[in-house]
């Protein structure tokens, strides 16, 4: 047998009603009305306390359970948009209806809403919006009390669901659902079964004591300027309720005579706290009922069972009954459940990714210890006797002299040496030596002064070869003819480098005439563009000889940074030691 239980949370009460069964037939199994004194400055803990006892005593079930926020926070706004998909609401309905809620951001609110009427290419939407931290109390109080509701709603829609279920609502009449809570009260206007109009009402049966001292455990006290309870006078303490009565008589008036239903409204159902002249009488010539959602001997208590029908509509809504399904956890259920969707997939692919990297780290190991018994090993052996030779057999190294850390490392690995490979790795060698040459290098540039802050310009001649050097190369290519080089070095200035300047004249030669010959410069001019060590090459004009074989360029400048050269030249050393 199914099982599900509702909860409202007020400010100040709490209900709670477990039911047993189906949707359509279902029995009371447990009910419970707490209260706890939101004057208190641990009115959040006493509510957690309540809470907590009142679900260990009653057996409350801990995965079908539904949450009912109280509606005073809340704002009912009516929208017409041009379409009707119901995806298509959700995504825009937030943007929609931010320019009529200017008291709120609207990223701090949940918005929800239910379809009033639509067609092909329009819908008018009734929405919902309450404060995200108001929510978030209500759920971290359930929470804490040992109890995570499925959904939340606001008491509204927790209301409708309940006389829906009790078939209060018919086809050809209208009425007003009233829910009295502790601060305000919510109504909902109903017309031919269907949802047409929601408001809050910010009065409720306990209005008049919302001044309550922190410090009063008597009922009908007040707090004087000096920190004493002070004694409410029963006179003034009716007449207050008396307001709050004849305020709320007044707004229902205003709702009544403002609804737009189809069918005139014929009763006015009321749930929640019960108020004196309230129930029984009427509102403009319209009787005032006792929302009686309840069947005969369903487990219901004898009297006073109207607080309870919020929570019960919550309860019938999670055993799939109610026409309404709001959806106040709308924004962080959409993220989990997609979560719990890819889960046992996510898990699956999990198992495979660590079966293959097992795999994948047994089978390197396996030719990382190959390596280095066979390959790192020979090549560390080979490149310590390129480096330091071998005196016993005559055989000079060409480190000379050979520094005492590279003796040392070197000794580790000879040939005659049974060497550990688990004691000392030959790859955790070689990146040793190569250290210890950087170091030693660095040592010697510093030994030598090309570390000081003092630095050197740079070669004009080693600039003006290298460009020449291009030429060199493609001289199967191209027919150049140097006319005059000139080489010069400038200094950097404004955070620049320096670099050297190569003015030269050139004439390139062709058989073929003035075209190829331009060709032949075109391609030179991109060789040279693409060596790294080119800083800036200008465009020159070029003349066609006289005899049209060949082209001259007078002046052809090119910027040349000889430090990249140097720096790579090194790098290269290194890395091939």
């Known amino acids: ?53 009142a679900i260990k005593s009653l057996g409350v079930p801990r995965e079908n359970v539904g949450l009912v ?17 119901r995806s298509k609401i959700e995504q825009v309905i937030k943007y929609e209806v931010e320019g009529d809620l200017p008291q709120w951001n609207i990223d701090d609110v949940i918005v929800d809403f239910h379809v009033v009427a639509e067609n092909d290419s329009s819908s008018e939407v009734l929405t919902s919006a309450i404060p995200k931290e108001h929510l978030a109390d209500s759920l971290e109080m359930c929470e804490r009390a040992g109890i995570e509701p499925l959904e939340a709603e ?3 829609s927790a209301i409708v669901n309940a006389a829906l279920a009790a078939d209060i609502c018919h086809a050809d009449d209208a009425q007003l659902l009233v829910h009295v809570g502790e601060y305000s009260t919510s109504v909902v206007v109903m017309d031919a079964g269907e949802v047409r109009e929601m408001r809050v009402i910010h009065i409720g049966a ?61 009763a006015v159902y009321v749930c929640g706290i019960e108020l004196p002249g309230l129930i029984g009488d009427s509102v403009l010539d319209v009787p005032v009922y006792l929302l009686d959602c309840f069947e005969e001997d369903s487990g219901q208590p004898a009297e006073g069972y109207g607080v309870l029908v919020a929570a019960y509509g919550a309860a019938v809504r999670q055993l799939g009954g109610g ?7 709308r924004e962080e259920l959409r993220y989990s459940g997609t979560w ?12 495979f990714l660590c079966t293959f990297a097992l795999v994948v780290n047994l089978l390197q190991y396996r030719e990382r210890n190959l390596l280095e018994s066979n390959g790192v090993l020979y090549w560390l052996r080979s490149s310590n006797n390129y480096m330091i030779g071998d005196l016993a057999k005559g055989l000079r190294g060409n480190l000379s002299p050979v520094p005492d850390s590279i003796k040392g490392l070197a000794k580790k690995f000879r040939d005659k040496v049974d060497v550990d490979v688990e004691e000392h790795p030959p790859l955790t060698g070689l990146r040793d030596l190569k250290s210890t040459l950087e170091s030693e290098f660095l040592a010697l540039q510093k030994e030598l002064g090309q570390e000081s802050d003092v630095q050197q310009p740079q070669s004009a001649l080693a600039g003006m070869n290298l460009v020449l050097g291009v030429l060199k190369t493609n001289e199967k290519e ?32 062709a058989d073929e005439g003035a075209v190829r010959a331009t060709r032949d ?57």
């Not at 026409?323 to 956890?329: E, Q, V, Y």
């Not at 719990?340 to 198992?351: G, H, K, N, Q, Y």
Request: aromatic share 8%; net charge neutral.
């Open 206 to 266: 306990l209005t008049h004591d919302v001044a309550r001292s922190k410090s009063s455990d008597v009922e009908g006290e007040e707090e004087a300027e000096d920190g004493a309870a002070v004694a409410v006078d029963p006179i003034e303490l009716n007449r207050r309720i008396d307001q709050a009565v004849k305020r709320i008589r007044r707004e229902l008036g205003r709702t009544i005579s403002g609804a737009r239903t189809v069918n005139p409204i014929d």
């Open 154 to 156: 606001l008491e509204t």
């Open 340 to 351: 719990e969707r890819l889960e046992f997939p996510m898990a699956v692919a999990c198992l």
């Open 69 to 85: 926020v109280d509606s005073r926070h809340a704002a009912f706004r009516r929208l017409t948009l041009p379409f009707s998909d």
């Open 521 to 577: 410069y075109n391609d030179f001019r991109n060789v040279i563009k693409e060596q790294y060590w080119v800083v800036d090459i200008d465009q020159k004009s070029s003349e066609e000889l006289e005899d049209g074989k060949g082209i001259f360029i007078q002046g052809l400048p090119i910027t040349v940074d000889v430090a990249k050269y140097y720096e790579k030249r090194r790098q290269s050393i290194m890395e091939g030691v």
């Open 323 to 329: 026409k309404l399904r709001p959806s106040l956890r």
């Open 478 to 509: 191209w027919r150049p003819s140097l006319r005059k080089v000139v080489a010069v070095y400038q200094p950097g200035k404004g955070g620049r480098d320096d670099t050297v300047k190569v003015t030269v004249d050139v004439t390139f030669f």
């Open 1 to 53: 047998m199914a099982r599900s239980c509702g909860i409202r949370v007020g400010p100040r009460l709490f209900e709670l009603v477990v039911l047993d069964g189906s949707a359509k037939k279902h029995k009371i199994a447990a009910y419970k009305a707490g209260e706890f004194d939101a004057s208190d400055d641990d009115s959040f803990a006493q509510g957690i306390a309540a809470l907590k006892e």
